[in-house]
């Protein structure tokens, strides 16, 4: 089989945060970054939030009291008399020793308590910022590559975001610890302070490093994983089962997906050398740092400098200490690692304000009389030729408008620019006067009914999907006027919870429509809204004769409310149109009824005679 082809972005630089920024402007930002989440999870559950400070606030306190009474118990323990004499003098140390470290375990109890509360619902509060902010963008956006990248990594923030609780949980706990294991360790011996933290550092180091390897690693990969994930949702979907198993595809696919998994493996495995080569030398270095530690505990206990006992306790004290250190750097480092993605997170969230379209400006009118287009052109990315060239159009209140044309003509583009989807990159789109980039564009979308070729099958009841959680009224009057505008009312009552049925059958109790049924539903959504605009791009393409009857009669007969524009490929429908536009590599070319442009001897003429040529 023929090898898959490289994928990577083109036409557009993969954004690296580590390339924008040193390591010390990151290290100088995560503590803002962490400081946002942190508000969120105060927002999400304040009482949770309190809980898991105070708890290791607590936590640490104890086990800083735990080595402070251990080191007064030492001195009797390996001091002189009878052992019962050495054990009664100790027992009072030992007894809050004890008492300390139930304090420990219970604070730790707590705490977990706090972070399985907080864990999912800051998962939610990161999961729905990113979703208001994809929702939030204009449609143009989605149109440039990097929204797609920056989308992904923002998708890894949210993930990352569960995570960060626990993160969060040991390495404050860990820091407390530390302070308290260092103040204790200080007070015996100033200096062997100063030489734990030489030894754990280069681990520090190392553990940073290995982190940003890691991440570039992660975008180096970032576009097959796009492709592998678009393909495997794909190629599992029952939508496409049919064509998959009937074009006999499988094979390839799982060759396909075999060799795309390979290439992301050898990105991934090329880099686990360098990671190695970091660990051996960050944990070498630490060794002999902590080895030179110990040394010079010996020499200070031989020389008696230090007694026995300070000797042991700060045996006691290294070893929390260093487990505290090494918690504190290893959770330090998640918590920088996973700021990484919270950056992109954040920027994807916060860019996303200055691509939303404007909710200042004028208000379109409800009722509208006039749409206009002049002069209006529009280019894809990375396209030389305008998808949209110099059009100059005109929609009254009452008429049927049909947009006709092959392929690529421009048709979809131009209803967008018409919609204000879409800004006109040249000339202006207005609604009676107001032109559509300085009007309020939520006010817009109230005006608006909208069937697209690609509608979407929403996994929601038959009512849902009507209304779309904008109820014109508290009865479902409305909903069955809609469905019987486009003839769904016999097939509605059959389903056995009527418009309470889930249209799903991959949950439990649902049901599944044909597709011409789902194009219906789709239609009456858009006649549900009875908006200003009514566009419907090949609403019938999947229906049956007597339903393409029923949804073009309706169409005519609800038109003098507003402003209906059809697209469609079937020029027999657009006998019920007021005027027909032709388009053709995105100008209009003929314009006129249905009797001028048949016998015109244009465009319209000639895909018209094809389509009775059967």
Known sequence: MPEPAAIGYQGTKARNVMDEHSLWHLARHSPRLLGRF????????????????????????A?????????????????????????HEAMPYLIGAGVSAAVSRGSHAFGQWAEDRLRPQLLTAADQSLL???????????????????????????????????????????????????????????????????????????AVLRARIEYRTSLTVTAGRTIKSMMRGYATSKWVGDEVR???????????????????????????????????????????CLAGAYGALGWLTVTGRVS??????????????????????????????????LADWEKFIDNSRTQAPRTTGPVVPEAVETVRAEKVSYWYPNKTAP????????????????????????????????????????????????????????????????????FCSWPLSVREN????????????????????????????????????????????????????????????????????????EPTSMMDARGEHQIFTELKKMAQGRITIVVTHRLENTKIADRIVVMEHGKV????????????????QELYELSQDR
Request: proline content about 3%; some cysteine.
């Open 63 to 87: 086990s800083g009291v735990l080595l402070a009474m251990t080191a007064q118990a030492m001195a009797p323990l390996v001091g002189t008399g009878t052992v019962a004499h050495r054990v």
């Open 308 to 341: 026995l006992a300070v000797s042991a306790t700060v045996i006691v004290a290294v070893r929390q200490a260093l487990a505290s250190i090494r918690d504190l750097l290893a959770y330090t480092i998640g918590l920088f690692r996973h700021c990484l993605y």
């Open 466 to 537: 009507v209304t779309l959680g904008q109820p014109r009224t508290h009865d479902d009057v409305p909903v069955w006027e809609a469905l019987n505008q486009v003839g769904m009312v016999e097939a509605i009552e059959e389903l056995p919870n009527r418009l309470d049925t889930l249209l799903a059958r991959e949950l439990y109790g649902g049901v599944l429509l044909s597709g011409g049924q789902w194009q219906r539903i789709a239609c009456a959504r858009a006649m549900y809204r009875q908006p200003a605009l009514l566009v419907m791009d």
């Open 132 to 206: 208001d902010a994809v929702l939030r963008v204009r449609l143009e956006v989605y149109q440039n590559p990097e929204f797609t990248q920056d989308q992904e990594r923002a998708e890894a923030g949210v993930v990352r975001s569960e995570r960060l609780v626990t993160e969060i949980q040991v390495f404050l706990g860990s820091l407390i610890r530390l302070v308290a294991a260092g103040g204790v360790l200080a007070g015996l011996h100033p200096l062997m302070l100063g030489v734990l933290l030489l030894a754990v550092v280069p681990s520090g180091v190392g």
């Open 387 to 454: 998808a949209v060239d110099d059009v100059s159009l005109t929609f009254n209140r009452g008429e049927v408008v049909a947009i006709v044309g092959e392929n690529g003509s421009g048709k979809s583009t131009l209803i967008r620019l018409l919609l204000g989807l879409y800004t006109t990159e040249k000339g202006t789109v207005t609604w009676d006067g107001i032109d559509l980039r300085d009007a309020d564009q939520v006010a817009l979308r109230d005006r608006t009914g909208v069937v697209t070729q690609a």
């Open 38 to 61: 942190l508000a969120m999870a105060w927002q999400a559950d304040r009482c949770a939030v309190i809980v898991l400070l105070v708890a290791e606030v607590v936590g640490g306190a």
């Open 589 to 604: 070319i003929e314009h006129g009824t249905f009797g001028q442009l048949a016998t015109a001897g244009g465009l319209f």
């Open 246 to 288: 009937g074009n006999s595809m499988g094979p390839y696919l799982r060759f396909w997906y075999a060799r795309i998994s390979a290439s992301v493996d050898e990105k991934i495995l090329a880099e686990t050398p360098k990671q190695l080569r970091v660990d051996l030398l960050s944990y070498a270095t630490s060794g002999l």
